[in-house]
C-alpha cells in the first residue's frame, strides 16, 4: 500500500503538481475525483482500501485466481455427469 501512495504522489507531482499536492481540494472536484489530495489519500487508507482503487488504481489479479477457477469447475463438471 506504501508504494501504490508513493507512486500516486510521484505521478501527480511529475504530471502538474511540481510544489506537491494540495491538503484538499473543493468538495465538488473530490468527489468527481480530478484532482489529487492528501485527504483522498487518507480516505482511502481509512476505508481499509488496500489496493487504493478509490484513488485510480486498477486492482492487480491474483495469479491463484485461474487456478481455483480451474479447479473449482473440474469439481463442478464431476458433480453434474450423470452416467445412464
Not at 481499509?48 to 479447479?71: A, E
Request: glycine share 4%; aromatic share 10%.
Amino acid at each position: 500500500m506504501k508504494e501504490l501512495i508513493e507512486n500516486y504522489i510521484l505521478e501527480w507531482e511529475r504530471r502538474c503538481y511540481f510544489d506537491g499536492l494540495p491538503d484538499e481540494v473543493p468538495n465538488r472536484i473530490h468527489a468527481l475525483k480530478k484532482a489529487p489530495s492528501y485527504k483522498s489519500i487518507c480516505v482511502a487508507v481509512l476505508n481499509n482500501d488496500h489496493t487504493m482503487k478509490t484513488l485510480g488504481f486498477t486492482p492487480t489479479p491474483s495469479k491463484y485466481y485461474s487456478i481455483l477457477k480451474g479447479i473449482e469447475i473440474s469439481a463442478r463438471n464431476k458433480q453434474l455427469r450423470l452416467d445412464l
